[in-house]
């Protein structure tokens, strides 16, 4: 063939699938000869790794060396945690992409990947997604096991709040993994993640606030009164909504729509208390007695408990 041959539509097609990585494999195949590749990455194409080039022009992004260190690394490759922590959308853009290698397997080639052989039976054989990566059960209970406790806290509320996995479904996958740095952890924060806990401050305070002072069980994350609303904690028989608010979601307009959340409700005679990070983390007791006040001026006739910490004044 001639040494100015064009590259195949259908070529150019499976680029774009790969994020404009190709292996040299799939390039012959597609019918273009050692000479015309050898011009090419002359030209415009990149060698990112043996066997493996970049088809478009300037830096690769993220997403094209995930997905040539998954190439590099041959078949049954896939991304291990973080990068696919990336792709579920828990995590940022790891500057080092792991890739997992079938067991027995190995791969040698330099670049911004850490190969890393997996243990047989640990993870679902099953393999998703393009690059492949490990399926969010997996992603979300190895990136578990290399975080601290706020670490796991963060995740798995981030999991609920994006509807990717159930408590259900992770306690069950956790079953195979008796060796789990934070298993007891995991177990415990599934089962309140089990109660519609979305968020680290919506666990404080349940943990902090609600249980230990012995108020009523609030019902979480639902919508309520006839409105297309989400209130945090509802306790639904006495009228009274509690508002979590972290900054995000609650700055510039959001703020404004805060407002006109409150007002509808009140229109409907459900009171909403707001609290922030600070009250919840750093003055819980003084937050319980004031729910628990509430609670009793609309008919809650039990009494608030003292904690280990407490300060409450009833």
């Known amino acids: 063939m001639h040494a100015r041959q064009p590259v195949p539509e259908s070529l150019l097609r499976l680029a774009a699938c790969q994020e404009g990585v190709l292996t040299l494999e799939q390039v012959v195949g597609h019918g273009l000869t050692p000479a015309v590749v050898r011009r090419l990455c002359t030209e ?3 060698r990112l790794a043996r066997g493996v080039v970049w088809t478009g022009w300037g830096e690769p992004p993220w997403g094209s060396w995930a997905w040539a260190g998954v190439l590099a690394a041959g078949d049954r490759a896939r991304l291990g945690g973080e990068a696919s922590g990336h792709l579920w959308g828990l995590r940022p853009e790891p500057p080092v992409i792991e890739v997992l290698l079938p067991a027995p397997g190995s791969c040698t080639v330099r670049g911004p990947w850490r190969f890393v052989r997996e243990s047989p039976g640990l993870r679902s054989a099953r393999s998703v997604g393009e690059p492949p990566r490990l399926g969010v059960l997996d ?4 990136l578990a096991d290399v975080g601290d406790e706020a670490d796991v806290v ?3 509320t981030q999991a609920q709040r994006r509807r990717l996995v159930s408590a259900t479904a992770l306690l069950a996958a956790l079953d195979g993994r008796t060796q789990h740095r934070h298993r007891k952890l995991l177990v415990d924060l599934l089962a309140d993640v089990a109660e519609g806990v979305e968020s680290p401050l919506e666990l404080q305070y349940l943990r902090e606030v609600e249980r230990p002072h012995g108020l009523p069980e609030g019902r979480r994350n639902r919508y309520r009164g006839g409105l297309r609303y989400r209130t945090d904690v509802g306790y639904d028989q006495y009228l009274l909504l509690v508002e979590l608010d972290g900054r995000l979601g609650h700055e510039g307009a959001s703020r404004f729509r805060d407002f006109r959340r409150d007002n509808a409700f009140a229109v409907r005679a459900l009171l909403t208390l707001r609290y922030g990070w600070y009250d919840v983390v750093h003055r819980p007791c003084e ?4 729910v628990a006040l509430v609670l009793q001026q609309r008919g809650w006739d039990g009494v608030p ?4 910490r407490c300060e409450l004044v009833c």
């Not at 992603?139 to 190895?142: G, I, K």
């Not at 408990?305 to 280990?308: A, D, I, L, V, Y």
């Open 139 to 142: 992603t979300v209970l190895d």
């Open 44 to 46: 415009q194409w990149r």
């Open 305 to 308: 408990s003292r904690c280990r």
């Open 154 to 156: 963060e995740l798995l």
């Open 287 to 290: 937050v319980a007695a004031q």
